[in-house]
T-cell receptor, first 115, second 116 residues
């Protein structure tokens, strides 16, 4: 079993739809959870950052972490064609001054929003 | 604020040749990362620097890959000799200080390597 599992899609939705993206993980030591967006031929850019369990909202984006189920989600409300990209989940058990706790990425889910 | 710069953007070489990639991080960022992203996969960390010291190189194939950050700013990643399976996008990222709890990594555009 891979440490982080993410359905690669592709996921196609019409403009205005609510999008749900998910990742599951196996390492219970993960405490930091992130979602990155990657446009074609670009580097990933950080969208959301969550520490431990709970919800976090930023505009049209909501990140949820359920550590008991080892499951994280990203919701996009009122999706736009400009949201078309690959979404990568990433996580880490990183603590201060502790080496060897790199970010572990999922494979990414490719999202296409049609107008 | 200027982002992470990488060059070249694209490189095509034959197997067994050598190749080098260059990265200039965001000014003031102490931590620098090199990732390998194979098509259809998420990025995988190859090496992490704090200033000019190595923090983590556990996933760097040291028989063929090397990296340096001599003055604690720019960094180069080298592959010698290249294999077909090294075809990937090599991403450089930087952050202010990885020991900070909310440290954020900023990625460059990557170098797309094709090994024939």
């Amino acid at each position: 079993q891979k440490e982080v599992e993410q359905d690669p899609g592709p996921l196609s939705v019409p403009e205005g739809a609510i999008v749900s993206l998910n990742c599951t993980y196996s390492n219970s030591a993960f405490q930091y959870f992130m979602w990155y967006r990657q446009y074609s031929r670009k580097g990933p850019e950080l969208l959301m950052y969550t520490y431990s369990s709970g919800n976090k909202e930023d505009g049209r984006f909501t990140a949820q972490v359920d550590k008991s189920s080892k499951y994280i989600s990203l919701f996009i409300r009122d999706s736009q064609p400009s949201d078309s990209a690959t979404y990568l989940c990433a996580m880490s058990p990183r603590r201060r001054n502790q080496a060897g706790t790199a970010l572990i990425f999922g494979k990414g889910t490719t999202l296409s929003v049609s107008s | 604020e200027a982002g992470v710069a990488q060059s070249p953007r694209y490189k095509i070489i034959e197997k067994r040749q050598s190749v080098a990639f260059w990265c200039n991080p965001i000014s003031g960022h102490a931590t620098l990362y090199w990732y390998q992203q194979i098509l259809g996969q998420g990025p995988k960390l190859l090496i992490q620097f704090q200033n000019n010291g190595v923090v983590d190189d556990s996933q760097l194939p040291k028989d063929r890959f090397s990296a340096e950050r001599l003055k604690g700013v720019d960094s180069t990643l080298k592959i010698q000799p290249a294999k077909l399976e090294d075809s990937a996008v090599y991403l450089c990222a930087s952050s202010l200080d990885w020991t900070s709890r909310r440290d954020t990594q900023y990625f460059g555009p990557g170098t797309r390597l094709t090994v024939l």
